[in-house]
T-cell receptor, first 112, second 113 residues
Framework: SQTIHQWPATLVQPVGSPLSLECTVEGTSNPNLYWYRQAAGRGLQLLFYSVGIGQISSEVPQNLSASRPQDRQFILSSKKLLLSDSGFYLC???????????FGQGTRLTVV | GEDVEQSLFLSVREGDSSVINCTYTDSSSTYLYWYKQEPGAGLQLLTYIFSNMDMKQDQRLTVLLNKKDKHLSLRIADTQTGDSAIYFCAERGYGGSQGNLIFGKGTKLSVKP
């Protein structure tokens, strides 16, 4: 069966520090991978999606970047965090074609 | 562009029915989804409906789709306190983002005992 792992679950980082959130998927191959952010009191915002290794599309300009070094690994990074980067980050995957997405448990990032 | 709209809050009494509404703009959407998010957790798929269907029922959940008006609703019968959560409507089309899911902002359902 397919599973998605996202870590860490919570993170408190100072302004200006780097960030690396990791997401891995098991039990499938060549998935679409997504990073979403959910700011307090707001809905989901798509940050990045990837249809294959090394292929990253950015939906909104921002302080973050994403990479997909392996087929089932998706990494969200920042060189210098801003206060506005605080939020709940969700990784998700789905197969090509009209199928539902499966979400990780999320990472609560607080930038102080 | 693609957009999904939902009301932000809904409050019901335990045992009543809840109806959460959603409108979308992408007429090429093939699947429409309802996700549930409990506090501090990721999203969990509740149900989905294919765009050539008008209705789908799954135990206490009923999904209605009006494709002409681009309106989707989720009805929860006999709402329980455990149904308190944020409910997200999402569409998946074949637009410029190669079929990624577009989510609404979520409806926070509060169930009062």
């Amino acid at each position: 069966s397919q599973t998605i792992h996202q870590w860490p679950a919570t993170l408190v980082q100072p302004v200006g520090s780097p960030l690396s959130l990791e997401c891995t998927v098991e039990g499938t191959s060549n998935p679409n991978l997504y990073w979403y952010r959910q700011a307090a009191g707001r809905g989901l915002q798509l940050l990045f999606y990837s249809v294959g290794i090394g292929q990253i599309s950015s939906e909104v300009p921002q302080n973050l970047s994403a990479s997909r070094p392996q087929d089932r690994q998706f990494i969200l990074s920042s060189k210098k965090l801003l206060l506005s980067d605080s939020g709940f980050y969700l990784c998700a995957w789905n197969l090509k074609g009209p199928t539902e997405a499966f979400f990780g448990q999320g990472t609560r990032l607080t930038v102080v | 562009g693609e957009d999904v709209e939902q009301s932000l809050f809904l409050s019901v009494r335990e045992g009543d029915s809840s109806v959460i509404n959603c409108t979308y703009t992408d007429s090429s959407s093939t699947y429409l989804y309802w996700y549930k998010q409990e506090p501090g957790a990721g999203l969990q798929l509740l149900t989905y409906i294919f765009s050539n269907m008008d209705m789908k029922q799954d135990q206490r959940l009923t999904v209605l789709l009006n494709k002409k008006d681009k309106h989707l609703s989720l009805r929860i019968a006999d709402t329980q306190t455990g149904d308190s959560a944020i409910y997200f409507c999402a569409e998946r089309g074949y637009g410029g983002s190669q079929g990624n899911l577009i989510f609404g902002k979520g409806t926070k359902l509060s169930v009062k005992p």
